[in-house]
């Protein structure tokens, strides 16, 4: 079996600052729009289904199309972020992000804004990896990374907190607007890329073998789980997409194994850092993203409320991960990796537990308040987990160990959309919908929970030689 072989890497030209400040403010910016619009078009499902028709599977692809190009692509942009320098991908991946916002704003028809939701997606997955990878260059000390981080995880705890609330007062006016605020953040991004320093880069070929392998196993797995709401597994175009999704897996695995080039070397999954890192992160997502979905729907169709009212009551939630989430790593810190996480994991549980037994006839201000343990998991969980990810892995393997954790946390949260949308597509059986999706949650939460104390090494301030 072919190795993978060490290619030069070619140093940025670099000065002694190397604009951290500047470096850190875009990978915030980045990571807080392309979080914003996963979240942000929950709240207006209903309003783009009045306006451009479709139903519970076309809404399911507006938010799915998104995450799962952001997905099947996170894999190749981690590595294409290696080889042609993060600073230059990250850019890439904004440009991509910004033009397909504005083709969804101008979408006259589903398939348009789903097909444009599709290359937002590609355009995101582009972005996410680099923004960790910068930090990385930025931050030789692993207590000032640590401590970046963070920052940059405010970035996206403060989209998701704000995403509710921002659709619901987008959406009362137009729900196009949700689409078009991303381009002047996006331009705001560029412009603080403009002050960063060109990134060291590998020169090692594409593997695109690899790249279509991916995405034909995430694509069939996602199309298949979703259309089996409507049609039900036995259906042969699920079946045949679920087909694909195997053979597209097989098929990955043995062309990483025999690549010489591989964008995923297998050999980083002998890391339990890696793997036990990739397993909290899909979990953790199922909860995250799973909840504003559900909830999104239920506050609206089954409790009246109008799109402003319904971001509202996402606020407590999402606020609450918001302002917790700058002190994250310090607290891990002080407590330890493991008491974090797991503490985060089943904090997570236990709401969704409360909320899946609490009566229909709730007052809304309760439910909103049940869903605050959901938000505090987030802070407790996900920085302190990148953070020692960066401290385990070496520093030219920073793009694609960041790609292989976000499209664990990516394939969470679109499995968690197509799965409960199948489950409330019974409109009959909304409310056992919901409920069912909540225990499967729950249930995958506390799994998780197990695997924590299997991860390695202290979080502590320590560099990792590279090997």
């Known amino acids: 079996m072919p190795t993978t072989t060490s290619q030069p890497v070619v140093p940025a030209v670099r000065d002694g600052g ?8 875009a990978c915030v910016v980045g990571f807080f729009v392309i979080t914003l619009d996963a979240t942000v078009v929950n709240v207006a499902l209903p309003t783009i289904r009045d ?15 998104y995450t799962l190009m952001f997905a099947a692509l996170l894999l190749s942009a981690g590595a294409l972020s290696d080889r042609i320098g993060a600073r230059r ?11 397909a916002s504005a083709a969804c704003g101008l979408a006259p028809g589903l398939g348009v804004l789903v097909a444009a939701r599709f290359v937002q997606g590609a355009g995101a997955a582009v972005v996410m990896p680099t923004t960790l990878a910068l930090i990385r260059e930025a931050y030789d000390d692993p207590g000032r990374r640590g401590r970046a981080v963070a920052v940059w995880a405010m970035g996206g705890a403060a989209a ?15 729900w196009r607007l949700i689409f078009f605020i991303n ?7 560029l412009m603080l890329l403009a002050r960063i320093r060109p990134s060291p880069h590998r020169r090692v070929p594409f593997d695109w073998a690899g790249q279509v392998a991916a995405v034909a196993a995430m694509g069939g797995l996602t199309y298949g789980v979703i259309e089996a709401g409507a049609d039900g597994f036995t259906a042969r175009r699920v079946i045949v997409a679920l087909a694909v999704a195997a053979i597209g897996l097989a098929g990955f695995l043995v062309i990483e194994a025999r690549s010489a080039h591989p964008m995923v070397p297998l050999e980083m999954f002998r890391n339990r850092t890696m793997v036990i890192a990739a397993t909290v ?9 799973g909840v504003p979905f559900l909830f999104s729907l239920y506050f609206q169709q089954l409790r009246g409320l109008s799109s402003m009212a319904t971001g509202v009551a996402f606020l407590p939630m999402m606020a609450c991960s918001a302002l917790l989430t700058p002190a994250s790593t310090r607290f891990a810190r002080w407590v ?28 809304v201000w309760a439910v909103s308040a049940l869903m605050i343990p959901v938000g505090l998991g987030g802070p407790l969980i996900m920085p ?18 960041s790609g292989i954790l976000n499209t664990a946390r990516q394939i969470g949260g679109a499995l968690a959309v197509a799965v409960f949308g199948a489950l409330l597509a019974d409109h009959a059986g909304f409310l056992r919908g919901l409920r069912t999706s909540l225990i499967i949650t729950v249930v995958v939460l506390l799994a998780a929970t197990a695997a924590t104390p299997l991860l390695t090494g202290p979080f502590t301030a320590r560099r990792t030689r590279a090997r």
């Not at 995403?163 to 009362?172: D, F, K, S």
């Not at 381009?183 to 991004?189: F, K, R, T």
């Not at 992160?281 to 993203?289: A, Q, R, V």
């Not at 987990?385 to 694609?400: E, F, N, Q, S």
Request: no cysteine; net charge neutral; charged share 5%.
């Open 18 to 25: 190397r604009h951290p400040v500047a470096a850190l403010a």
């Open 51 to 65: 306006e451009l028709g479709g139903g519970m599977s076309g809404l399911q692809w507006v938010v799915d199309g």
């Open 89 to 99: 991908a990250y850019g890439i991946g904004v440009a991509v992000f910004v033009g």
């Open 160 to 174: 998701a907190m704000a995403g509710p609330l921002v659709g619901g007062v987008l959406t009362g006016l137009s």
């Open 183 to 189: 381009v002047p953040v996006g331009v705001a991004a």
């Open 281 to 289: 992160g899909f979990t953790f997502m199922i909860g995250f993203y």
């Open 336 to 363: 330890g990796l493991r008491t974090s996480i797991t503490g985060g994991l089943s904090l997570m549980a236990t709401g969704m537990i409360v909320l899946a037994v609490l009566p229909a006839t709730a007052p």
């Open 384 to 401: 302190p987990l990148a953070a020692h990810l960066l401290d385990h892995v070496p520093a030219h393997r920073a793009g694609v160990a």
